[in-house]
């Protein structure tokens, strides 16, 4: 299986914060990469595929870049609702794996 | 708009079976994507447990697979999973997904998640 790997674990920051956070591969993954924003309660959505393709109607204030084994989200303007746990996923090989998550909190 | 929505029982008894329906709306299931099983155990990640495609192929999780069986109702719109033998571990929030596999391999819909709790 494709092990990945998301840090940190959790971040705190302030409306207006750019924020970063990354997502490691345990194999070559090419750019077979999506992230997804996960309130509780609520379905995921996806924001990125493809590491860096922006989904459909997802803000322009995130982004995502990476390739092969080291990936990142941007977020360039904490905005409050992108208060969420943000997953990674390879779409690389099955079993389709996901990252532990990072959730990002209101300092 | 495509709609999914988890139903089943939201309380299994140990070495139970656990059964959720996933009802799809909005689109076709014939449409060419995979419909797929995720679940979250409380206070941990997501994990993938399976797809099928409309024609009834599927991929399972290796850690799973002995377990469990996705099935798919046509005539209904609507995928199933059983998850046979559970045990405490099994307790989750289960959720149903879309994977658009063209042009790109991602979930784009998924249903707003299913509470299942294993316990006598």
């Known amino acids: 299986d494709v092990q990945m790997t998301q840090s940190p674990p959790s971040l705190s920051a302030s409306l207006g914060d750019r924020v970063s956070f990354t997502c490691r591969a345990s194999q070559n993954i090419g750019g077979y990469l999506n992230w997804y924003q996960h309130k509780p309660g609520k379905a995921p959505k996806l924001l990125i595929y493809?590491?860096?393709r922006l989904y459909s109607g997802v803000p322009s204030r995130f982004s995502g870049s990476g390739s092969g084994t080291d990936f990142t989200l941007t977020i360039s303007s904490l905005q409050p609702e992108d208060f969420a746990t943000y997953y990674c996923?390879?779409?690389?090989?099955?079993?389709?794996?996901f990252g532990q998550g990072t959730k990002v909190e209101v300092k | 708009q495509m709609q999914l929505q988890e139903s089943g029982p939201g309380l299994v008894k140990p070495s139970g079976t656990l059964s959720l329906t996933c009802a799809v709306s909005?689109?076709?299931?014939?449409?060419?994507?995979?419909w797929s099983w995720v679940r979250q155990p409380p206070g941990r990640g997501l994990e993938w447990i399976g797809e099928?495609?409309?024609?009834?192929?599927?991929n399972y999780n290796p850690s799973l697979k002995s377990r469990v069986t996705i099935s798919v109702d046509k005539s209904k719109t609507q995928f199933s999973l059983e998850l046979t033998s559970v045990t405490a571990a099994d307790t989750g929030v289960y959720y149903c997904?879309?994977?658009?596999?063209?042009?790109?391999?991602?979930?784009?819909?998924w249903g707003q998640g299913a509470l299942v709790t294993v316990s006598s």
């Open positions: 493809a590491a860096s």
């Open positions: 997904a879309r994977l658009q596999v063209v042009p790109a391999i991602l979930f784009d819909y």
């Open positions: 996923q390879q779409s690389y090989t099955t079993p389709r794996t």
């Open positions: 099928i495609y409309h024609s009834g192929g599927t």
């Open positions: 909005g689109g076709s299931i014939s449409s060419g994507h995979w």
